[in-house]
């Protein structure tokens, strides 16, 4: 049953930044989630994921509690329909017919591999990003829905009329069948009532073969052709048993390429021009590219989709949704609230929290299988924020700035852990610490250090948006407002970004070799905010996954190494987790 959200779990509990991090990671290492599967720690993780949605959005709940629409989606289904700061929490207008939206829901979920049905999980100026698995093939259709037949006493609670189940015999003599047209029917219903017209598919082929069966399929290659209307995009990314070959290389992802020519993978890169043309990138140049090059150039692909239509939404889907998937809902969760337009008043602890929690966890990825055969995606997705701190990632549009002058050098963990704050702590890496560069004294045995202010740079004004209530309840037409609106529009914006800071001397320092933690390359001018929110995240996250997970090499020689610096870094930034996992 969905309801309106009157959520507001009680008052706001205080949580410093990085709370409940490391119990989160360690929990999710060792468990996995099930819907009808209940602990009171998830009920405790669940609560404070809603805590944190509430503090910026208006939203109503599709209610999963024992897993009857997806055993391995979250029990309460956030769908958020507005932005509402916590002033503005009285008088909630809902946006949407839950009602209609619980039905389409509950008919579209057999059109998807596992019944997970497009649902909706980043709202971004009125237009949904959505997530999923592919479309189901035959195989597991009709074992699903005879199954729920013969389970129901003849009746499937996901049709109103049993008889249009259609017999094998007549399936197979008429290929597109009558269920696969009700099916995937229902499917493109919910994407239509979602406003969703970009499909983003992950997979490396056509259809995922088990057996010498077709165990799932993709709007790509639907021969009813019933997703024709849809701008449809192939964008083939490794699947998580790649990310074990990332781990044998002790996590470094430069130079790691995907080996195109198995025979398995049958789906070329396909996006429409009108799309690609504007990138500036080599997509026919796309099977030479590593990890690292492939990941950051669907990324910007994903945010310049986003941006490039003020009315339409995004689905982004692999195979079975809890792999890839969540890889890059997660960065896009963290590229767009570094930018300042979403979750706005999160800081980097909650927002880290809030996707490890519900982009992963709650939708189902299997940790725990993953780290038993090495294969590190998780891993992968948060330190590799290091590479999309620059303003070429950024969804705001900037002024190019001015080149500095001096050398890039790249910054280790173990010249992190060196940073300092002015009080002499370090818990944050958003706040002034000294940068020693290679052109300073320092580096030539001179021990009168350079330093360089970390500051914050807000971005530009951006278009702001209003909410406008048409004759369909269903229907939220979100128009352009006028500049002078954006701080009415969108209260605590500018509060939320990091105040500038400065740092005293560093009593030391260490150049290390390099290192798979290495943090991105540094310049002489003043560290963006986008940088500085994101190398936050990223170093409380390390600082967890070093006490929980921890990292372990292919290599004997090596392995020492890599657990000895995430220990450093741990000790060195000074970020602990609390003793409640919330």
Same mark, same amino acid.
């Given at each position: 049953?969905?309801?309106?959200?009157?959520?507001?779990?009680?008052?706001?509990?205080?949580?410093?930044?990085?709370?409940?991090?490391?119990?989160?990671?360690?929990?999710?290492?060792?468990?996995?989630?099930?819907?009808?599967?209940?602990?009171?720690?998830?009920?405790?993780?669940?609560?404070?994921?809603?805590?944190?949605?509430?503090?910026?959005?208006?939203?109503?709940?599709?209610?999963?509690?024992?897993?009857?629409?997806?055993?391995?989606?979250?029990?309460?289904?956030?769908?958020?329909?507005?932005?509402?700061? !916590?002033?503005? $929490?009285?008088? =909630?207008?809902?946006? #949407?017919?839950?009602?209609?939206?619980? @039905?389409?829901? &509950? %008919?579209?979920?057999?059109?998807?591999?596992?019944?997970?049905?497009?649902?909706?999980?980043?709202?971004?100026?009125?237009?949904?990003?959505?997530?999923?698995?592919?479309?189901?093939?035959?195989?597991?259709?009709?074992?699903?829905?005879?199954?729920?037949?013969?389970?129901?006493?003849?009746?499937?609670?996901?049709?109103?009329?049993?008889?249009?189940?259609?017999?094998?015999?007549?399936?197979?003599?008429?290929?597109?069948?009558?269920?696969?047209?009700?099916?995937?029917?229902?499917?493109?219903?919910?994407?239509?009532?979602?406003?969703?017209?970009?499909?983003?598919?992950?997979?490396? !082929?056509?259809? $995922?073969?088990? =057996?010498?069966?077709? #165990?799932?399929?993709?709007?790509?290659? @639907?021969?009813? &052709? %019933?997703?024709?209307?849809?701008?449809?995009?192939?964008?083939?990314?490794?699947?998580?048993?790649?990310?074990?070959?990332?781990?044998?290389?002790?996590?470094?992802?430069?130079?790691?390429?995907?080996?195109?020519?198995?025979?398995?993978?049958?789906?070329?890169?396909?996006?429409?021009?009108?799309?690609?043309?504007?990138?500036?990138?080599?997509?026919?140049?796309?099977?030479?590219?590593?990890?690292?090059?492939?990941?950051?150039?669907?990324?910007?692909?994903?945010?310049?989709?986003?941006?490039?239509?003020?009315?339409?939404?995004?689905?982004?889907?692999?195979?079975?949704?809890?792999?890839?998937?969540?890889?890059?809902?997660?960065?896009?969760?963290?590229?767009?609230?570094?930018?300042?337009?979403?979750?706005?008043?999160?800081?980097?602890?909650?927002?880290?929290?809030?996707?490890?929690?519900?982009?992963?966890?709650?939708?189902?990825?299997?940790?725990?299988?993953?780290?038993?055969?090495?294969?590190?995606?998780?891993?992968?997705?948060?330190?590799?924020?290091?590479?999309?701190?620059?303003?070429?990632?950024?969804?705001?549009?900037?002024?190019?700035?001015?080149?500095?002058?001096?050398?890039?050098?790249?910054?280790?963990?173990?010249?992190?852990?060196?940073?300092?704050?002015?009080?002499?702590?370090?818990?944050?890496?958003?706040?002034?610490?000294?940068?020693?560069?290679?052109?300073?004294?320092?580096?030539?045995?001179?021990?009168?250090?350079?330093?360089?202010?970390?500051?914050?740079?807000?971005?530009?004004?951006?278009?702001?948006?209003?909410?406008?209530?048409?004759?369909?309840?269903?229907?939220?037409?979100?128009?352009?407002?006028?500049?002078?609106?954006?701080?009415?529009?969108?209260?605590?914006?500018?509060?939320?970004?990091?105040?500038?800071?400065?740092?005293?001397?560093?009593?030391?320092?260490?150049?290390?070799?390099?290192?798979?933690?290495?943090?991105?390359?540094?310049?002489?001018?003043?560290?963006?905010?986008?940088?500085?929110?994101?190398?936050?995240?990223?170093?409380?996250?390390?600082?967890?996954?070093?006490?929980?997970?921890?990292?372990?090499?292919?290599?004997?020689?090596?392995?020492?190494?890599?657990?000895?610096?995430?220990?450093?870094?741990?000790?060195?930034?000074?970020?602990?987790?609390?003793?409640?996992?919330?």
């Amino acid at each position: 049953m969905a309801t309106q959200n009157t959520f507001t779990g009680g008052p706001r509990s205080s949580y410093k930044k990085g709370d409940g991090i490391t119990e989160l990671i360690d929990y999710f290492s060792k468990h996995q989630y099930r819907a009808k599967e209940v602990s009171s720690t998830v009920e405790l993780i669940e609560t404070r994921c809603l805590e944190l949605f509430g503090k910026d959005y208006k939203f109503s709940l599709i209610q999963n509690q024992n897993g009857e629409l997806c055993g391995h989606y979250p029990r309460r289904i956030v769908f958020l329909e507005y932005e509402s700061k !916590e002033h503005d $929490k009285e008088g =909630f207008e809902s946006t #949407v017919q839950v009602g209609k939206l619980q @039905d389409l829901v &509950q %008919r579209s979920k057999m059109a998807r591999c596992r019944g997970r049905f497009v649902c909706p999980v980043i709202l971004y100026f009125g237009k949904h990003i959505c997530r999923s698995a592919t479309l189901a093939g035959w195989g597991e259709l009709y074992g699903r829905t005879s199954y729920n037949y013969i389970f129901s006493g003849g009746l499937d609670d996901a049709w109103t009329d049993s008889d249009d189940i259609p017999s094998d015999d007549f399936a197979v003599r008429n290929g597109d069948s009558q269920l696969f047209d009700k099916v995937r029917g229902y499917d493109i219903k919910l994407l239509r009532y979602l406003s969703i017209h970009y499909i983003c598919d992950l997979m490396v !082929e056509k259809k $995922k073969v088990k =057996f010498g069966l077709n #165990v799932t399929s993709s709007e790509k290659v @639907d021969k009813a &052709q %019933r997703y024709a209307d849809f701008t449809l995009l192939s964008i083939p990314y490794p699947g998580c048993e790649f990310f074990k070959a990332y781990k044998d290389r002790d996590y470094m992802a430069e130079g790691l390429v995907f080996n195109w020519n198995q025979d398995y993978v049958d789906a070329p890169l396909n996006i429409p021009p009108l799309l690609s043309k504007n990138l500036r990138i080599d997509w026919g140049g796309y099977q030479s590219w590593d990890l690292v090059q492939q990941t950051q150039n669907y990324l910007k692909l994903l945010i310049h989709i986003i941006n490039s239509d003020e009315q339409s939404g995004l689905l982004v889907h692999c195979i079975s949704g809890w792999d890839r998937t969540p890889l890059f809902i997660s960065l896009l969760r963290l590229s767009l609230w570094a930018d300042g337009l979403i979750h706005v008043s999160l800081d980097a602890g909650e927002i880290l929290y809030l996707t490890i929690a519900y982009d992963w966890f709650f939708f189902g990825h299997m940790l725990v299988d993953r780290l038993s055969k090495g294969e590190e995606i998780f891993f992968f997705c948060f330190n590799f924020l290091k590479h999309v701190i620059s303003e070429e990632f950024s969804a705001v549009k900037k002024e190019r700035r001015k080149s500095s002058h001096c050398r890039d050098t790249d910054f280790t963990v173990e010249d992190i852990c060196l940073l300092r704050r002015r009080d002499g702590s370090s818990t944050s890496l958003s706040s002034g610490y000294s940068w020693i560069t290679e052109d300073s004294p320092a580096a030539t045995n001179n021990f009168t250090y350079e330093t360089v202010e970390l500051m914050s740079t807000a971005p530009q004004p951006h278009a702001a948006w209003r909410r406008i209530q048409t004759s369909s309840p269903q229907t939220v037409v979100w128009n352009k407002a006028h500049q002078t609106e954006d701080r009415l529009l969108y209260p605590g914006m500018t509060d939320a970004r990091s105040s500038s800071s400065s740092s005293n001397q560093s009593d030391g320092f260490l150049r290390a070799g390099s290192s798979p933690l290495a943090v991105p390359k540094r310049r002489c001018t003043p560290v963006l905010d986008r940088q500085a929110k994101l190398e936050e995240v990223r170093a409380i996250f390390l600082s967890a996954y070093s006490m929980t997970v921890g990292l372990t090499s292919a290599s004997p020689s090596s392995s020492g190494a890599i657990s000895g610096i995430l220990e450093q870094f741990a000790r060195g930034v000074g970020l602990r987790g609390s003793n409640s996992i919330v």
